[in-house]
T-cell receptor
Framework: AQSVTQLGSHVSVSEGALVLLRCNYS??????LFWYVQYPNQGLQLLLK??????LVKGINGFEAEFKKSETSFHLTKPSAHMSDAAEYFC????????????FGTGTRLLVSP | DSGVTQTPKHLITATGQRVTLRCSPR?????VYWYQQSLDQGLQFLIQ???????AKGNILERFSAQQFPDLHSELNLSSLELGDSALYFC??????????????FGPGTRLTVL
């Protein structure tokens, strides 16, 4: 069965600092990988996804993530945090066959201080 | 705005009652997914419908049921409600229903409080 582990339920950074949110997956076959963001009182929004091809994926709002098969990781980064990045971030996986059933991690709340 | 609408925004009810949550997908999307987000269980997939037919089932309780109508809107019915059913219920939609790479667009959610 697939599972997703997000290290750190809360991450705090200063505005302008590097953002690094960690995600590791467990799956017998490398799955498809997703990062979603949830702003307060809103639904989830897709930031980026990895399906095939280049392992460095660029998403919206300056975020990117790199798929590392050897480390079973898909960490999310942004070079310079902005106050508007404060939100909850979810990593998710889906099997490569059949329907899309997203399995989500427990989420990481990003706090950005001035 | 994702284009997915959910009603109502908030719902407060008592244990043992039955409620219906409604979702309208984005124009052109054929699939609807339902998720439950709670503090103890996190974000969990409940069920998917594609063009009116059930496509996939996740951790959905027998007390819960869903359907997708010919106009593609969907309803999630929750019955014999328990305190533990209090959660945020999200609906998402996607264009297709079989490709695991489809992007799902989430609605703003319905917050259910069971007293």
């Amino acid at each position: 069965a697939q599972s997703v582990t997000q290290l750190g339920s809360h991450v705090s950074v200063s505005e302008g600092a590097l953002v690094l949110l960690r995600c590791n997956y467990s799956s017998s076959v490398p799955p498809y990988l997703f990062w979603y963001v949830q702003y307060p009182n809103q639904g989830l929004q897709l930031l980026l996804k990895y399906t095939t091809g280049a392992t460095l994926v660029k998403g919206i709002n300056g975020f990117e993530a790199e798929f590392k098969k050897s480390e079973t990781s898909f960490h999310l980064t942004k070079p310079s945090a902005h106050m508007s990045d404060a939100a909850e971030y979810f990593c998710a996986v889906s099997l490569r066959t059949g329907f899309q059933k997203l399995v989500f991690g427990t989420g990481t709340r990003l706090l950005v201080s001035p | 705005d994702s284009g997915v609408t959910q009603t109502p925004k908030h719902l407060i009810t008592a244990t043992g009652q039955r409620v219906t949550l409604r979702c309208s997908p984005r124009s052109g999307d054929l699939s609807v997914y339902w998720y439950q987000q709670s503090l103890d269980q996190g974000l969990q997939f409940l069920i998917q419908y594609y063009n009116g037919e059930e496509r996939a089932k996740g951790n959905i309780l027998e007390r819960f049921s869903a359907q997708q109508f010919p106009d593609l809107h969907s309803e999630l019915n929750l019955s014999s409600l328990e305190l533990g059913d209090s959660a945020l219920y999200f609906c998402a939609s996607s264009v297709g229903g079989t490709a695991p790479t489809d992007t799902q667009y989430f609605g703003p959610g319905t917050r259910l409080t069971v007293l």
